[in-house]
């Protein structure tokens, strides 16, 4: 399995980073928050978790090893895969889940688009006794202007996460008043995800 990668970037696009690794080009699915963070033409290293079906293999990056941990031990629940988990490091931070988890908050899980109450619920009852205490870490994930606009990146995060145009377009322009200068892609995603839920 690839653990992590480390190389330039060769391009970012709505949902995915290339990364160039001795010359290989590795093309790794990543959350609008951890692709803000990717410069093309610059260094990086993503934390990576590979899925392997019959018919792909999928390499999934992450800001950070405490991310990846949580992708992979979500996926160890019932009903849920590869996109519900990405959906759920999105929308959440990891010490969020732990904290979900621990004090059996469904409401904070079932803003994750594809999980229902019973699913947070087989989710709690699952990984209660495994999922850990909050560390304290997060990933600082660092504005800049993306290869796109922000509003580009935020629409196709919340498309990509299960809502529909029409609900993502009344999202960004709730969240529009918060972008600034320097748009942080991450947390107007995160706060867009929050006024879907109060809405």
């Known amino acids: 399995m690839i653990a992590f990668v480390r190389g330039r970037v060769v391009t970012v696009s709505l949902t995915s980073a290339v990364v160039d690794v001795g010359g290989l080009g590795y093309d790794v699915q990543c959350t609008p928050g951890t692709l803000a963070t990717l410069r093309t033409g610059a260094e990086t290293t993503l934390a990576t978790s590979m899925v392997v079906r019959e018919d792909s293999w999928t390499l999934f990056g992450f ?17 849920v895969g590869p996109k519900v ?21 469904v409401k904070a899980l079932t803003r994750v688009p594809g999980i229902g109450q019973k699913g947070a619920q087989r989710i709690i009852l699952e990984l ?25 990146q935020v629409h196709e995060g919340l498309v990509g996460l299960g809502w529909s145009t029409r609900e993502a377009e009344q999202a960004i322009e709730a969240v529009a008043p918060e972008a600034g200068d320097v748009p942080d892609v991450g947390a107007l995603l995160r706060s867009a995800l929050r006024s879907m839920s109060r809405a």
């Open 63 to 79: 800001a950070d090893e405490d991310e990846k941990q949580v992708f992979e031990l979500v996926q160890t629940a019932s009903g």
């Open 85 to 105: 988990a990405q959906a759920m490091v999105a929308v959440l931070s990891p010490d969020d889940v732990r904290r979900a988890i621990r004090d059996e908050d």
């Open 128 to 152: 209660k006794d495994r999922i850990g205490a909050p560390v304290g870490s997060a990933a600082v994930v660092r504005g800049a202007a993306p290869v796109v606009t922000w509003r580009d």
